[in-house]
């Protein structure tokens, strides 16, 4: 009873590198998504994914990509990192994208740029 | 476009005590709304939904009614204990946009002492 499983849990890069943050649903939800938290502003939409083969941004899209080849699968990757993306990476999926549908959250990644 | 408001925390209360937390919205039309609570260290869990006018969403002694009139989807609980002690967000999502793309509010820390 996985369900959405990020990884790894804490990562520290340098300014400049890149990196990807996992993301993995195990309940064949159709629809996942990335925010990030900052204090005081809640969670923002970064990217999101109605489906295999399909993305769209969301809120705060730049300075990140996306890709989904699986429905399981969607991971987010930061091209190439800046200070400002300092913050707490969330995943989300849900079955559908639909008004009655939670989201589920995975446990997040706190990453920290220098 | 949508977006959430809720009251600023920390709110310190003491065990037994009553909780609100208001949250105020502005959406076109009728989105649903959501409460989510994040324990420490921990990814977000859903709380409670409404998904139209004057329902009322309820979950684990806390409850919250869609008010069309005022925009409003305050949370309340009657009596609340030291395990209650966490991060509330107040969120929506649709109708004019993706309804699997939530608005967040920037969330009220709820601290509650023996």
Known sequence: NAGVTQTPKFQVLKTGQSMTLQCAQDMNHEYMSWYRQDPGMGLRLIHYSVGAGITDQGEVPNGYNVSRSTTEDFPLRLLSAAPSQTSVYFCASSKSGGPNQPQHFGDGTRLSIL | ?114
């Open chain 2, 1 to 114: 476009g949508n977006s959430v408001t809720q009251m600023e925390g920390p709110v310190t209360l003491s065990e037994e005590a009553f909780l609100t937390i208001n949250c105020t919205y502005t959406a076109t039309g009728y989105p649903s709304l959501f409460w989510y609570v994040q324990y420490p260290g921990e990814g977000l869990q859903l709380l409670l939904k409404a998904t139209k006018a004057d329902d009322k969403g309820s979950n684990k002694g806390f409850e919250a009614t869609y008010r069309k009139e005022t925009t409003s989807f305050h949370l309340e609980k009657g009596s609340v204990q030291v395990s209650d002690s966490a991060v509330y967000f107040c969120a929506l999502s649709g109708p004019t946009d993706s309804w699997g793309k939530l608005q967040f509010g920037a969330g009220t820390q709820v601290v509650v002492t023996p």
